[in-house]
């Protein structure tokens, strides 16, 4: 069983950066195909990015260029380093977990654990 953890939410004005944390529990960290997904108010679930467990990444296209995502296994933590953030990346962000050693899906239904989310808000 893992548990994740998320932090690092907050409020932001457009242009400004954030980095979300993403604490897990259990053993074997390393073999476990991690991602971020978000969903705001009024639409469904989306992919922001991910992260295989031998450090493949990939990224919407909507967040490409300004998020990245990367893994330290020694602590057992994922992150997402947010740039030039939008108004419109405001959103609960998830991050999820899956032990997999292929390419991570970008289909939320494949993941095993989640986080409870954390709030991500960018003003105009």
């Known amino acids: 069983q893992v548990q994740l953890v998320e932090s690092g939410g907050g409020l932001v004005q457009a242009g400004g950066s954030l980095r979300l944390s993403c604490a897990a529990s259990?053993?074997?960290?390393?073999?476990?195909?991690m991602v971020w997904f978000r969903q705001a108010p009024g639409k469904e679930r989306e992919f922001v990015a991910s992260i295989s467990w031998n450090d493949i990444t990939y990224y919407a296209d909507s967040v490409k260029g300004r998020f990245t995502i990367s893994r330290d296994n020694a602590k057992n933590t994922v992150y997402l380093q947010m740039s030039s953030l939008k108004p419109e990346d405001t959103a609960i962000y998830y991050c999820?977990?899956?032990?997999?050693?292929?390419?991570?899906?970008?289909?939320?239904?494949?993941?095993?654990?989640w986080g409870q989310g954390t709030q991500v808000t960018v003003s105009s």
């Open positions: 999820a977990a899956k032990r997999w050693f292929g390419l991570p899906t970008p289909l939320s239904g494949s993941y095993d654990y």
């Open positions: 259990g053993r074997s960290f390393s073999n476990y195909a």
